[in-house]
């Protein structure tokens, strides 16, 4: 007799047998579902559809409008597009994954590339998605692993391998072709049928998709030159320095010249700053530089070393937050939930904020705000007056928000965008996200300076998250410069700090999968030590030892 399991399915009260797979399950319920069902989160874990049912659990299956199952869409995707690539021009033919782009994925060729070619690619990656192809997960032994990529000539991924230090590792199967990928994939190509691809230059295109953020359609692409060509930067700069991929950096630790490359990467970096600081100088209308950028950027360290580099050719830095023209609490506006909105523009005094400023550059004395986040008032102890070589530094989520200092002419103002825009990714097809390396930032630096745990960090992260998409990437055209904060050596050394801390993460957190993902993706460096790390490294803001004192 076959034995039935009572489930929770969406909420719903279920029966199926012992040993039905998610998929099947899964079919009892697409028609809920816009977007074809990709995963599933069984208790608090995630499964993959291929997976079976043992016991009675809850079962809530996840479409690409969840952040999970938009991670297994992109993942699927990429996987269908190396094996049209290779369908239609050899198997030595491949792609790089490099970056995200206008919420889509930057993808460059190992071929010659142009418009026509894109297309070919789009239309044969439809036509596999259409034979919904299965994708197999298999438990290969690493060095077997190791020795197909090295046949296929793949040299990153059997590198990969190489520093990997399990016995077995998990591959993807589809048709004739192998991969590796360090999250969870759909089980068949049919499910990923919602993208779009886009011709940008060169050996250059975007892969396109709905997002979590944008879940009814596929965005309109929208070239951002200015952030095409910082990325460009950093990777030929990555390139010179024989540094692309989580093995070359492995390499390179390995072999005891960690220390040389920390040396070159600060100098990269103080050089740019250096740069702008000098055109800023040169800009003799210029009076007030704006500065903002994501969470976990950098944006303290950058703001305290543009500082300096500003006293260089003469000019008087006087700092402003605009932290501190919050709206008395009482007239902060609220969330849904009833919980203060911190992130929107209407939580900033603008009326008081634009006045001051105004007056400041006339010459005046005021006396300016200091917020008092236990009251939730703003205090006025410190008065401030420009001289004629002061200028005014001002870091804030709003800082690129054309709907500030309007009374102000643009000329007199010069715009900054900080994020760490990370250049060094796993291999060809698993990239590092520029969100996952400010997410392991912040979890350091709040366990550091704010006793917070893991759990902590990621229960706060999506509200982050949603007020980065609302309020800064918006406007990030709007600057007049983008500073890269990342460094090439980072991810190694935030392995060192974050790793004990993703280990504390119980089983029956709801943001385990999160912490083991996470702990996945760094299996892939080898850790970089501290040592040789100057104390004006941007890293130093989340590690702790800065200079800057931004404890």
């Given at each position: 007799?076959i ?6 399915v969406n ?10 797979s ?6 009892d319920?697409k028609e ?25 659990c809850?079962v809530e299956?996840?479409d ?12 699927g ?9 290779k369908k239609?021009?050899g198997?030595?033919?491949?792609i790089?994954?490099e970056?995200?782009l206008?919420?889509?994925?930057y ?17 044969k990656?439809?036509?596999?998605i ?7 997960k298999?438990?290969?032994?690493r ?14 991924k059997a ?7 399990n ?9 004739n072709l192998?991969?590796?990928f360090?999250?969870?994939?759909p ?9 779009d691809l886009?011709?940008?230059k060169d ?12 879940c ?7 070239h951002h ?14 390139k010179?320095l ?6 070359d950096l492995?390499?390179i630790?390995?072999?005891?010249r960690?220390?040389?490359?920390i ?8 050089h740019?700053i ?8 040169d800009?003799k ?7 903002a ?14 500082c ?5 050719f003469?000019l ?8 501190n023209?919050f ?10 939930d ?8 209407e ?10 400023i ?9 006396y300016i705000?200091?917020f ?16 004629e ?5 001002i ?6 928000d ?11 103002k010069?715009k900054?965008y900080i994020?760490?825009?990370t250049?060094?990714n ?10 996952d390396?400010?997410?392991l ?5 709040d ?5 917070h ?7 706060a992260?999506?509200?982050?998250r949603?007020?980065e998409?609302?309020?800064?990437f ?6 007049d ?25 119980h ?7 999160e912490?083991?993902?996470l ?18 490294a ?11 004192n931004?404890?």
């Amino acid at each position: 007799m076959i034995e039935t399991l009572d489930l929770v399915v969406n909420g719903k009260k279920c029966k199926y047998n012992k040993g039905v797979s998610l998929y099947e399950i899964a079919k009892d319920f697409k028609e809920h579902y816009n977007y074809p069902i990709l995963i599933a989160k069984v208790g608090n874990r995630l499964k993959e559809l291929s997976s079976t049912v043992q016991e009675p659990c809850e079962v809530e299956f996840l479409d690409l409008t969840s952040r999970e199952g938009n991670n297994v869409h992109i993942n699927g995707l990429v996987y269908v597009m190396v094996y049209a690539v290779k369908k239609l021009y050899g198997r030595t033919a491949n792609i790089t994954v490099e970056h995200s782009l206008d919420k889509g994925i930057y993808i460059e060729s190992t071929f010659k590339l142009n418009e026509e070619k894109v297309k070919e690619i789009k239309k044969k990656m439809q036509e596999i998605i259409a034979e919904d192809k299965p994708i197999i997960k298999m438990n290969i032994d690493r060095l077997e692993a190791r020795d197909y990529f090295k046949s296929i000539g793949d040299e990153a991924k059997a590198g990969v391998m190489r520093y990997n230090t399990n016995n077995y590792v998990t591959l993807y199967r589809l048709g004739n072709l192998y991969n590796y990928f360090y999250t969870l994939m759909p089980t068949s190509t049919g499910m990923v049928k919602d993208f779009d691809l886009t011709y940008i230059k060169d050996n250059g295109f975007i892969l396109r998709f709905p997002t979590v953020f944008i879940c009814d359609k596929i965005k309109k692409y929208e070239h951002h030159p200015m952030m095409f060509e910082v990325f460009k930067q950093y990777r030929d700069w990555g390139k010179k320095l024989s540094i692309s991929t989580s093995v070359d950096l492995n390499r390179i630790v390995s072999t005891g010249r960690v220390s040389d490359m920390i040396k070159i990467d600060s100098t990269i970096y103080d050089h740019r700053i250096l740069t702008v600081a000098k055109e800023i100088s040169d800009k003799k209308d210029i009076k007030i530089v704006l500065i903002a950028g994501p969470s976990s950027s950098g944006k303290t360290t950058t703001s305290k070393k543009l500082c300096m580099y500003l006293q260089l050719f003469g000019l008087q830095p006087k700092v402003i937050a605009m932290d501190n023209y919050f709206v008395e609490r009482e007239d902060n506006p609220k969330n849904a939930d009833g919980s203060y909105d911190f992130e929107c523009l209407e939580a900033v005094d603008l009326k008081l904020f634009d006045k001051q400023i105004a007056q400041l550059l006339k010459g005046e004395e005021i006396y300016i705000p200091s917020f008092n986040f236990t009251f939730g008032k703003k205090e006025y102890n410190e008065k401030m007056k420009m001289d004629e070589n002061d200028i005014l530094v001002i870091e804030g989520i709003h800082a690129l928000d054309p709907k500030i200092l309007t009374n102000i002419q643009r000329n007199k103002k010069y715009k900054i965008y900080i994020s760490p825009l990370t250049e060094v990714n796993i291999d060809d097809h698993n990239r590092i996200s520029t969100t996952d390396n400010r997410l392991l930032r912040r979890i350091i630096r709040d366990n550091r300076t704010r006793n917070h745990s893991v759990d902590d960090t990621l229960a706060a992260w999506k509200n982050v998250r949603n007020g980065e998409e609302l309020y800064i990437f918006p406007y990030q055209d709007e600057a007049d410069v983008t500073i890269n904060s990342a460094a090439f050596y980072e991810i190694g050394v935030l392995k060192t700090y974050v790793e004990p801390l993703l280990y504390s993460v119980h089983s029956d957190s709801p943001y385990y999968e999160e912490a083991k993902r996470l702990i996945d993706f760094l299996r892939a460096f080898l850790p970089v030590p501290s040592d040789a790390i100057p104390e004006d490294a941007v890293i130093r803001e989340f590690i702790g030892g800065s200079y800057f004192n931004v404890d």
